[in-house]
């Protein structure tokens, strides 16, 4: 049975809170680890970046995903997802003044069920 759009919106707003609090956590978790959190939600018209890190010249793309297990969380990361995240990080790096000594790392926040947060570094490569 088709769901109502009242149990639709319901669902999304459901989403949407394990979304924030997912990030919120991720932050805390990398903030704990030495990194600084320079953007959340970072929107450009390429794509949204879930949490943008930096520690000394190395900048992390962050990529949230609350998931059952660590490899679910790393597959929903699809190479879609990585084209459109790179290309925002693309974006947000050149206009950075110091953009020409910054590193650019892809990582992964994993958000498992009743675990600490998984820090995944290097998930990816970019476009070279």
Do not use: C, F
Request: glycine share 6%; net charge positive.
């Amino acid at each position: 049975m088709p769901a109502t759009r009242a149990e639709a919106s319901q669902r999304r707003q459901k989403a949407y809170r394990k979304g924030h609090w997912g990030e919120w956590l991720a932050a805390l978790a990398l903030t704990l680890k030495g990194y600084r959190i320079v953007a959340r939600r970072h929107r450009t018209p390429l794509g949204e970046i879930d949490l943008i890190a930096r520690r000394g010249d190395i900048v992390a793309i962050v990529e949230v995903k609350a998931r059952r297990t660590l490899e679910q969380a790393m597959d929903a990361v699809a190479y879609g997802s990585q084209r459109r995240i790179d290309g925002a990080a693309t974006l947000w790096l050149s206009r950075q003044k110091d953009y020409a000594r910054l590193t650019l790392r892809y990582d992964l926040v994993a958000i498992l069920p009743w675990r600490w947060p998984v820090h995944v570094e290097n998930l990816y490569t970019g476009r070279d």
